[in-house]
């Protein structure tokens, strides 16, 4: 598996991609732009010049803010939809492998099926706004209340509605480790992991399935809640995610640590990592 981690941009793209480099990283996710802070055209184009002479091989870029793509407040809606046609044009200036985002939640008294219909509308007209085009990676969520996106079944669902759209807009997905638990999906042993990974194959199609979150978790099973630990620190331990990077058909995906950045901490995690995809 090509592994990373996602990299703060709080002292700009170049020293995030220092950062990575710096841990021998083959992948890097950061966010469009930083907080409060206008894109400049000069930071774009040195990183991307950057980019192409680093040993850093892939970039994803997650959307910065929680969108409200599945809402039937249309105002909301269509100002989430603006915000996503932006942040894919950046993306796609940074010349990223995939743009990573969520399905976001839908309104109350509106059923899963409306929300995913909603949200699947919203990508496809940012995707027609947008000045660029950039792949789009749909994350898992943790699930609970009317977040979408929880279950493999919902995912599935996603990408069968907006390809009955006939977008054609190129659509894979991320799965996350922390949020999978969450949600309800037994994935600490090496059984749970396999029997995962063989339904997200079944619903998704494994050839679409081209990104991980590699994320340990203090929640617990099915609780809906998001905690990301350091491995070794959270419940779900090693047996699973050594599962998941020896598995033959995901030895290309890309595996992104997201974790808590105490001190030095990140740096063993991610050797920690290495060590087991070696």
């Avoid at 598996?1 to 710096?22: D, K, T």
């Avoid at 909603?118 to 496809?124: D, G, H, P, Q, V």
């Avoid at 085009?133 to 279950?151: F, I, M, Q, W």
């Amino acid at each position: 598996m090509f592994l990373g981690l996602h990299c703060s941009i709080r002292q700009g793209f170049l020293e995030a991609l220092n950062y990575a480099e710096s841990l021998k990283a083959r992948a890097i996710q950061i966010l469009p732009y930083r907080r409060h802070a206008d894109p400049e055209e000069e930071d774009y184009a040195g990183f991307v010049q950057r980019l192409s002479q680093s040993s850093v091989k892939r970039l994803y870029v997650h959307s910065r803010f929680v969108p409200n793509l599945a809402l039937n407040d249309e105002r909301k809606r269509l100002s989430s939809t603006a915000r996503l046609s932006y942040e894919m044009n950046l993306a796609a200036r940074l010349n990223a492998e995939a743009f990573v985002l969520h399905l976001g939640a839908y309104s109350e008294g509106d059923s899963i099926s409306s929300g995913i219909d909603l949200a699947a509308r919203s990508i496809y007209q940012a995707r027609q706004e947008a000045e660029k085009s950039v792949s789009l990676c749909v994350e898992n969520v943790p699930g609970g209340g009317r977040r979408l996106g929880g279950t493999l079944e919902e995912l599935a669902a996603f990408a069968e509605t907006i390809e009955k759209q006939g977008a054609q807009i190129p659509v894979s997905f991320c799965l996350d480790t922390a949020h999978a638990w969450a949600a309800g999906y037994s994935i600490a042993d090496c059984e749970g992991m396999s029997r995962f990974l063989k339904r997200a194959s079944e619903l998704l199609g494994k050839e679409k399935i081209r990104l991980f979150h590699l994320n340990d978790t203090r929640s617990e099973l099915n609780s809906h809640r998001e905690s990301h630990s350091l491995w070794g620190q959270g419940v779900l331990g090693f047996e699973g995610l050594k599962c998941l990077l020896s598995a033959e058909n995901f030895r290309d995906c890309s595996g992104i640590l997201e974790s808590p950045k105490p001190g030095g901490a990140e740096r063993l995690n991610f050797k920690k990592l290495e060590e087991l995809n070696s």
